[in-house]
């Protein structure tokens, strides 16, 4: 009873009251932009008071973490739990807070102006962070003013003759030398810095400007946030909204528009549509914040910072796109998907995952297992009710309606690769390491209606059974993994 009411002291003292009197200045209304511009300076006074109420709300929570409740009252018990549920959450929430009111002001260009590359990833042709980056643009930041100042296509970029940076040999060898020629290409890795670097280079190369940052978005993403900002009118008439965008970027702006120019220009008016309404402020700064924090948990949105000091809060706050990392409880895994059908199919691609551990051998290590169940629900007639521009027209061998696919299952360092099933079955597959990552790398091509089930195994290093979790590219549609109860007699040895 003493430490936890010397806990709610010390959070109540170092934490809320000063939370409460910076209440009146700072709030969710500071995020929001007014007349194309973020105020700073509110931001910058707040970081003190909230560095102090996330330190404070912190140590709380070790402080509560801590004690032994073994023998005590199951109503002190259950005071304990829920006092370390709330301080843990609060925790988070704080740290996240005040990391922003130090990064917001320098990456807004408060010291200096900041130009940054923003790739719409096109999930309809998947890449291990989303998909292709059919669409570019360049968004200046100045003292909190942020304009759109550039956009562009890959048409604009040719083929370059040789890697515009030095790959790590691993990228070279999972994904081939056309990860750092190819813009559509830079993110067949799934670790987002060496792609936004890459992304870097390629636009100095073509337009001589070196960006200070480079931010990944989907169209998932953007109809989160156009339930902040409400339906967007664009200059083909239609209307954007949180529940056509999906559907209208990712397959009628193909069945309309024939022409790659076309579906470019019908691209960057969206794109700039949804800007423009979002600099003006014509936005609810509570659901812009809740879209902002749903689109980053589903690695949606993604960002890469020139500066290794912000780089690093960024990464501490997972908007980096980094290999995933686990912890005392939580065994992680990446799943990462490239399209080769090299088409826009993969909005019929339905994919489900499941995971999870079982203690199968003698010397009590968990085996691990993730679960793919694919299938191909593009109509039968594909041929002839898709257009070439989907279907990908019979080219690079893959028959129209087909669907064909990478698969890179990530396990973590020290665990040991089992091998790849699909239906049951054992089959080969590419075993490599990506920065010290256990990679299980697969092709497969399906047919429409055809549908398959993959299983990544991989060995425990230690006899700790954690949780087991999965980062995967993110899809046309939200994915949550589900748990596998995994049956000792379909473990692989």
């Given at each position: 009873m003493r430490e936890i009411t010397s806990a709610a002291d010390d959070v109540s003292q170092n934490g809320i009251v000063p939370l409460s009197n910076l209440a009146g200045s700072v709030?969710?209304?500071?995020?929001?932009?007014?007349d194309g511009r973020i105020q700073l300076q509110p931001l910058i006074d707040s970081q003190g008071t909230l560095d102090g109420a996330a330190q404070a709300v912190d140590a709380a929570a070790t402080r509560v973490d801590a004690i032994d409740s073994t023998g005590t009252l199951q109503p002190l018990v259950d005071a304990r739990a829920r006092l370390s549920k709330y301080l843990n959450e609060a925790s988070s929430g704080l740290q996240i807070l005040s990391d922003a009111s130090r990064l917001l002001p320098s990456m807004l260009g408060n010291e200096a102006p900041r130009n940054y590359l923003v790739l719409f990833q096109n999930n309809a042709?998947?890449?291990s962070t989303g998909g292709i980056s059919g669409a570019m643009a360049i968004v200046r930041a100045e003292a909190g003013s942020i304009t759109l100042v550039q956009q562009a296509s890959t048409t604009q970029f040719d083929t370059f003759p040789a890697p515009v940076v030095d790959l790590p040999a691993d990228t070279r060898t999972l994904y081939g030398p056309n990860t750092a020629r190819y813009i559509q290409d830079v993110n067949f890795t799934p670790y987002f810095p060496l792609s936004a670097q890459i992304a870097r280079e390629m636009w100095s190369q073509r337009f001589g400007l070196q960006v200070d940052g480079v931010i990944s978005i989907d169209p998932v993403a953007l109809s989160y946030l156009l339930k902040a900002t409400g339906p967007v009118q664009l200059a083909t008439g239609d209307q954007l909204t949180s529940e056509n965008a999906v559907t209208l970027l990712l397959q009628d702006v193909y069945a309309r528009y024939p022409d790659t120019a076309q579906q470019d220009a019908f691209f960057a008016s969206a794109a700039s549509a949804v800007f423009q309404k979002l600099a003006a402020g014509a936005v609810d700064p509570a659901a812009l914040v809740s879209s902002l924090a749903h689109a980053t948990s589903e690695n949606r949105l993604l960002i890469w910072s020139a500066s290794d000091t912000e780089q690093k809060v960024l990464s501490e706050n997972g908007v980096a796109g980094e290999l995933p990392v686990g912890s005392d409880n939580d065994q992680a895994f990446g799943l990462y998907f490239n399209d080769s059908t090299t088409a826009k199919m993969d909005p019929y691609l339905k994919v489900d995952i499941s995971a999870g551990s079982a203690v199968c051998r003698n010397d009590g290590l968990p085996v691990n297992?993730?679960?793919v169940t694919l299938t191909n629900t593009a109509p039968i007639d594909?041929?002839?009710?898709?257009?070439?521009?989907?279907?990908?027209?019979?080219?690079?061998?893959?028959?129209?309606?087909?669907?064909?696919?990478?698969?890179?299952?990530?396990?973590?360092?020290?665990?040991?690769?089992?091998?790849?099933?699909?239906?049951?079955?054992?089959?080969?597959?590419?075993?490599a390491l990506d920065s010290g990552y256990g990679v299980s790398k697969v092709a497969l091509e399906l047919t429409p209606g055809q549908s398959t089930v993959l299983?990544?195994?991989f060995l425990g290093q230690d006899k700790t059974q954690r949780h087991v979790t999965v980062q995967?590219?993110?899809?046309?549609?939200?994915?949550?993994t589900t748990s596998l109860a995994l049956d000792c007699a379909d473990a692989l040895q």
């Open positions: 709030g969710v209304s500071s995020f929001k932009p007014v042709e998947l890449r297992a993730i679960q594909s041929a002839t009710a898709l257009p070439d521009y989907v279907t990908g027209g019979g080219g690079f061998g893959v028959p129209e309606g087909n669907i064909r696919t990478n698969i890179a299952a990530y396990g973590a360092p020290g665990l040991f690769n089992l091998g790849v099933a699909r239906d049951g079955a054992r089959i080969p597959y590419e075993a299983t990544f195994q995967h590219t993110p899809f046309v549609y939200p994915l949550e």
